[in-house]
């Protein structure tokens, strides 16, 4: 059984995120990648791969070298979906922020 790959599943990985934080700028060298990390070049590897079949990375042979491209479009669908939280809870709080400014006015003209 396949196991089925999604942007929420890339950067639930803290080292992930840190490979995407790095070639996020420019392409970067497979070796580079793994040189920042404490683990075996195979776990960078699988990490890697994760990456690609999540959408998040191209991986393109260049001479000898073999290096990472971000393709970073897919962040949209985590964008999008805190984006409607974001906007919830914006609300929220600004519903709030009002409630407390109408009590601290009624507060203060009761003083009066």
Avoid at 43 to 52: D, E, G, R, T
């Amino acid at each position: 059984m396949e196991a089925r790959r999604d942007v929420f599943q890339a950067i639930a990985d803290p080292t992930r995120r840190a490979i995407i934080g790095m070639i996020a700028k420019e392409p970067v060298n497979v070796n580079t990648i793994a040189e920042q990390f404490e683990v075996s070049r195979q776990a960078i590897s699988l990490h890697l791969k994760i990456l690609s079949e999540c959408g998040l990375l191209n991986i393109r042979q260049q001479g000898r070298e073999r290096l990472c491209e971000a393709k970073l479009e897919k962040l949209n669908e985590v964008h999008e979906w805190v984006e409607q939280y974001h906007k919830l809870w914006k609300g929220r709080l600004n519903a709030l922020k009002q409630f407390v400014e109408q009590e601290e006015l009624q507060a203060q003209n009761s003083y009066k």
